[in-house]
Structures are given as C-alpha cells and as structure tokens.
C-alpha cells in the first residue's frame, strides 16, 4: 500500500466522485484555474471542465445557497469553504436552508450537498480564520459533521459524504493536508458515524477527532514509554451521526476517560461525549471524564501562544496522570 | 375611476391576445379563491385559536402571484419568501392541505411541521415558502443553475419583498446570475412596507428599486401591479429571455398589502393613514379591476363573478372544516423528517447515532 497525503487522497475522492456521478459538481472560491487554495482541487478543472468546478466570487452566501437550490432539483454539489471560518457569511443558508429543509417541507425536499474545507486553528492566521464549527453545526439536526483525522478517513469520508442524501459538513485541517499515510489503490467507503480504534489500550480512553487524534496518539506514545500507561485512542470521525457504542466499549473497557477537542470548551463536542459518559457509564468509571480542549479564548495569532493554546502533548499527558 | 390603469395597450400584448375566456375567468377565480382562502385564515387565528405563529397576508397583492405564475410551463420553478400562500394556491395546491398546515394538522402540506411561511410542492415546481428575508433569493438561483446544468429550458421565478432588497444573499445573488448567465427572474413585490418602515424609509434608490439590476448588468423593469394585462406581458418578455438567452431579469411590481406586516402586527394602524388603505381598496384593487375589465369585455357577468366568488368562499369553508376534522401530528412525527437517510432506513442511516434524546 503506497503513502499519500491527505490532500491526495481528498483529491482523489473528489476525481472518484466528480468520475462517477454526473450529478456531482465542485463550486467555491478559487477551486478550478487556481486549483484551490489548498491545492485540494488540484487538477480538476482541467480534467472535468468549466461545467463541473466552477470558481466563484468571493460570495460565500450566493454559492453555498445556490448549491442548496441546485440540490433540490438532485444535483449533487461539493461546495468548498476556503476556511470553514467562512460559513458565518453562509449561516443563514446552511442551518436555515440546508438543514431545516427538509423537516419544513415534511420531507418533500432533501438536500444531497457537502460542504468542505479546513476548520482548524494552529496556522497562525487570528482568530477570524481559525474556527473550529463542528459543534456548533453539529447542534442542528438534519446536518451531519465529519472530521478526518488521516489521509484514509479523508478519502472514505469523503466519497460517502458525496453520496449522502443529507446535508454532510466535511472538516479538514490545514496542518494535515501535508501530511501522509497508507491508501489503499482499490476503491472503499467508510460509512458515518462510525468510530475508529486508533490505537489499543487498556488503562484510559483518549476520545478525539480531527488532529486532536494525532496529538493523542503522540501523548500515548510518551505514556506508555515514560509512564508504563497504556492509552486506547478512539477516532470519532464522525461528529453526527455519532459512533456511542465505539465510546462506552472503549470506556468499559479503560474505566478512565480523557477526551481530546480542539473546539473551545463551551458546549463543545467533548462537552456532549462528557455528558453520554456519565449518564450511560457512570458505574464503569473509576475516575471523573476529563477533559482536554483549546485554552478559551479567541484563537491568538503569535505564533509560539498559538501552540499553547491548542490541545498539546503536554497537557494531554499532564490531564492523563491527574487521574491515573 | 381614479385608476393607474390607463390604457388597454398591454391587453394587446400577445401573451394575452392569446387568452381565451376560460383562461381569463380563472385567473379571477384564482385570485377570489386566494384571497378567500386568507379571510378563512384570519377568521380562525382570530377567533378560533387554533393556529399558532405567525400569519403574513397576502390581500390585496394577488394579481402578482395569479398573473405572473400563469405564464409558467411544466420547466418553469417558483420559489418565495414567507408571504407564500397566494402563490401555493395559483401552483395548484389545494386550500384543504394550506389551511390544514395552518391548523399545524398532519393533512397539511408540510405535515404541521412547516406553518403559514413553509409551504412546499415540489412535484408542482413550487419550492417554497422561505421564513428569512431573502434567504430564499440564493435558491432560486440554485434552482436556475440546476436547470441550466440540466439542459433544461426552463426559468425560476424568484419572488421577494421591497424589503428584501436590501439584505445582501440578494445582492450577491444578482452578482451570480448575471456573471453565469442564469435564467432567474427575481420578482419585487412591492407592497411599500417592510414590515412597519416605508420604501422611502428603507431603502436608497435611483427610479425604482428594480433599477439597482442597470449595475450587475441585469435588464429589469417595473410595472403596476393592478393590471394583470401589464403583469403577464412584461413577465412574459422576462420568461422568454431566460429560456432564449439564458439571461437573468429583475421585475418590480408595484402592489399594497392591506393587513398588517402579519396578523401579529401590533402597529399595522400606526405605520399608514387608513385613508390611503381604503384608497387602494377602492381605486386599485387588483381583483375588482379585473372583474371591471372582464365585464367590459363581456367575458363575464355580475351574476357570474358573483358565483365564482360564492365558490371560492365555500371551498374556503370547506377546507377550514377539512383541517378542523384532520389529525394531528403524533409525538412520534416530531423525529421524522429530518434526515433522508434515516426515514428510508438506508445503510447509512442506521450506522451511528442521529439522534440525543434522553
């Protein structure tokens, strides 16, 4: 199985799709002659025409609502958000319209779009482009929140999201686009909302998605050489739907908790996966839920605070020894 | 008659030379039938407490929907804000299933989970409905775009408010439809209120509100919305350019709302003098100038216009009493419709939990 990066493998789902289904069609801003921002497009303008990537304006609110409108004829759009930060200009058409049309409509209407783009804080570009809105977005039912945490998870998410019939929210990460792990050659999908076993473990559970993942798996590494700790890391991807059953097996299993979330800690994703422990696990828990997540503030721009402020190693190995 | 209608000149317009009688008639049964339908309405969330929310009128401005939608053909979509219930009715909804959404019945046309601003018809090209002002503008050029990517003749007729036009999806919107050649028809009702503030205390404008189209290189045009005659032949000429050209139209249509912003207005008396009201009433009701003109042409008597309005007030009737008969939803209706995959027991929606109920 050869390695490529995260962008490959969320290009290559995109080519997958955009090859497969006529009905499926890439908008955003700057997607098709400058190949993307991120260069996630990369290449596909060129192969599959004006008609099917198609660059926008800088009108976040016209292009995400014109996809929704196209979706209701059974158009299939991926409707790129250069920063998911971006959806706030779009909220209106995303919660109101795409999420809430079908229940108005008493399910005449559904709405097969996926909207994409990185969601991450950690690059130093202030507090306006680092947003993390999986929890925000998960709060709506009738949308549904995936976030990759590797280049695998990128391209199988992806490609079900694509044919998803509800609205789906794909969030990426800038930090991870470069990165690279195995891929198969042959075609697969991962379904949502299940979870995914990164790494065993029998004394504590780290519950993450997204990056968060990847600094979980880089504190289990130092608590298990350092500390003889053996941490499981559990990979929710999916955000809504969500894998519970992955969760409390694991947490049965651990008897300790530490979840890991680079949303802001107020109502965050973690703050719901908290709550469903404790209610659903409490006789299995031989310790309080604990819980990592970005230092609460605005996302600060200097550079070395900004490492700080996100969920770090340090922390998550620091939060694991308070009660193990 | 102190009438804006002055001259027969669009009658000669050949969208309408070419009307026949029957055509003719149903368009005033169309409009007597819509607003029927909304003095039923009004009567029951006054007196009947029945209906919750909101209830945004639309007497007074029926020859918009009746005139405009009666040029659509079966490739043709319509899409609107929440002041949706003529255009429902002149898509071919039936009032039994408007006035049971009304009622928050399960026999309403969105099952009771919509309410007076979310009316759908999909299999009848009619896409809403839309609660937020212009939220619904971005759609319908969605709804253009999918035609277009289609390879479908067609056009959307996206209707919105004078107050509308100044919230900017809508401006955004005219930008896309302009740069990518859509065939959407963006529609002003302009009924003078946005909500309790005036035209002239809302919105900035050269000539009309239409005209702000001239700077995104739109063709655009204004009319009054009295004359159904007027109605019909500049909408037509607006049709035909976006299944000929491709080409995207602003129209302004002039008309006046004679209830409040909705029911729940608490100012509706405040914000107008009434005698400007009962002037519109008299002199530039659309459905008593049609009535007038059809008398003229010996299309119809007084008799006649008197049976098709009885008949509008009965079917009226009889739908508030089908919605006081239906069922309501169950508690159990109140999770479906939310995920398409999860209704259909799809693969994928039986994987994972959608749902956080305790």
């Known amino acids: 199985m050869s390695k490529i990066t995260y962008r490959k493998a969320l290009n290559d789902a995109l080519a997958e799709e955009l090859a497969r289904d006529n009905d499926v069609f890439i908008i955003g801003e700057e997607?098709?002659?400058?190949?993307?921002?991120?260069?996630?497009?990369?290449?596909?303008?060129?192969?599959?025409?004006?008609?099917?990537?198609?660059?926008?304006?800088?009108?976040?609110?016209?292009?995400?609502?014109?996809?929704v409108g196209a979706s209701m004829l059974g158009l299939r759009p991926v409707i790129e958000l250069m920063f998911w930060s971006f959806a706030y200009v779009a909220y209106d058409q995303i919660v109101n319209n795409a999420g809430c049309i079908r229940y108005m409509s008493g399910g005449l209407i559904h709405c097969p779009i996926v909207i994409r783009g990185p969601a991450n804080g950690g690059t130093n570009v202030g507090a306006t482009h680092s947003h993390t809105p999986e929890s925000i977005l998960a709060n709506n039912p009738g949308v549904k929140v995936v976030c990759p945490a590797t280049a695998y998870d990128a391209k199988g998410l992806m490609k079900?999201?694509?044919?998803?019939?509800?609205?789906?929210?794909?969030?990426?990460?800038?930090?991870?686009?470069?990165?690279?792990?195995?891929?198969?050659?042959?075609?697969?999908?991962?379904?949502?909302?299940?979870?995914?076993?990164?790494?065993?473990?029998?004394?504590v559970s780290l519950v993450a998605h997204g990056r968060a993942v990847i600094t979980s798996l880089k504190a289990a590494e130092i608590l298990a050489g350092e500390h003889g700790i053996n941490a499981e890391v559990v990979d929710l991807r999916s955000i809504r739907p969500l894998d519970e059953d992955a969760i409390l097996k694991s947490v049965r299993k651990t008897h300790r908790a530490v979840l890991v979330d680079e949303n802001k800690p107020f109502c965050a994703v973690s703050a719901q996966i908290a709550m469903m422990i404790q209610e659903k696990a409490f006789d299995d828990l031989d310790a309080p839920v604990m819980r990592v997540c970005a230092l609460d503030a605005p996302a600060i721009y200097s550079p070395p605070l900004e490492k700080l402020q996100l969920p770090t190693v340090e922390r998550i190995v620091e939060k694991v020894l308070s009660i193990c | 008659m102190d009438t804006l209608v002055k001259t027969d000149a669009f009658a000669e317009a050949e969208v309408n030379r070419r009307l026949t009688a029957d055509e003719k008639i149903l368009l005033l049964s169309q409009m007597f039938r819509s607003r029927r339908f909304e003095q039923a309405a009004l009567k029951f969330y006054q007196v009947g407490g029945q209906m919750g929310g909101f209830l945004h009128l639309y007497i007074g401005q029926e020859s918009v929907a009746v005139g405009t939608i009666s040029l659509c053909g079966d490739d043709d979509h319509i899409i609107t804000g929440y002041r949706d219930h003529g255009h429902a009715l002149a898509v071919g909804m039936s009032m039994n299933e408007c006035m049971a959404e009304l009622f928050g019945k399960a026999t309403g046309c969105s099952k009771g989970k919509g309410g007076s601003m979310h009316f759908f018809a999909p299999d009848k090209n009619y896409w809403g409905g839309h609660g937020i002002v212009?939220?619904?503008?971005?759609?319908?050029?969605?709804?253009?775009?999918?035609?277009?990517?289609?390879?479908?003749?067609?056009?959307?007729?996206?209707?919105?408010?004078?107050?509308?036009?100044?919230?900017?999806?809508?401006?955004?919107?005219?930008?896309?439809?302009?740069?990518?050649?859509?065939?959407?028809?963006?529609?002003?009702?302009?009924?003078?209120?946005?909500?309790?503030?005036?035209?002239?205390?809302?919105?900035?404008?050269?000539?009309?509100?239409?005209?702000?189209?001239?700077?995104?290189?739109?063709?655009?045009?204004?009319?009054?919305?009295?004359?159904?005659?007027?109605?019909?032949?500049?909408?037509?000429?607006?049709?035909?350019?976006?299944?000929?050209?491709?080409?995207?139209?602003?129209?302004?249509?002039?008309?006046?709302?004679?209830?409040?912003?909705?029911?729940?207005?608490?100012n509706a008396k405040k914000y107008r003098d009434p005698e400007e009201i009962e002037k519109y009433r008299k002199f530039h009701d659309p459905l008593r100038l049609w009535q007038k003109r059809l008398i003229e042409e010996s299309v119809l008597t007084e008799e006649q216009i008197a049976k098709i309005d009885a008949a509008a007030g009965e079917e009226a009737a009889a739908a508030v009493r089908f919605a006081e008969e239906s069922p309501l939803p169950e508690k159990a209706d109140i999770l479906s419709d939310v995920y398409f995959e999860v209704d259909h027991q799809t693969a994928a929606g039986r994987t994972g939990k959608h749902f956080f109920n305790e």
């Open chain 2, 134 to 266: 212009a939220g619904q503008t971005p759609l319908g050029l969605g709804l253009a775009f999918g035609l277009k990517y289609k390879g479908v003749k067609g056009c959307c007729l996206c209707y919105l408010g004078d107050g509308a036009v100044n919230q900017g999806v809508y401006q955004a919107s005219l930008n896309l439809a302009s740069l990518w050649n859509l065939p959407v028809i963006y529609i002003i009702e302009n009924n003078q209120y946005s909500m309790g503030t005036s035209m002239e205390r809302s919105s900035a404008f050269k000539t009309c509100l239409a005209a702000r189209a001239e700077s995104y290189n739109i063709e655009w045009d204004w009319m009054s919305g009295e004359n159904i005659y007027e109605i019909r032949a500049k909408t037509w000429t607006a049709i035909q350019r976006a299944h000929n050209e491709s080409r995207p139209t602003v129209l302004q249509i002039d008309t006046y709302r004679y209830y409040g912003h909705s029911v729940s207005d608490a």
């Open chain 1, 31 to 67: 997607v098709a002659q400058y190949n993307g921002a991120y260069k996630v497009t990369e290449g596909l303008w060129a192969r599959f025409g004006d008609k099917r990537v198609l660059d926008t304006p800088i009108t976040e609110a016209a292009f995400v609502g014109l996809g």
């Open chain 1, 160 to 203: 079900t999201a694509i044919r998803d019939n509800d609205p789906v929210f794909v969030m990426e990460n800038t930090l991870l686009y470069g990165e690279s792990w195995e891929v198969p050659e042959e075609e697969y999908l991962i379904p949502l909302g299940v979870a995914d076993v990164k790494r065993e473990g029998a004394d």
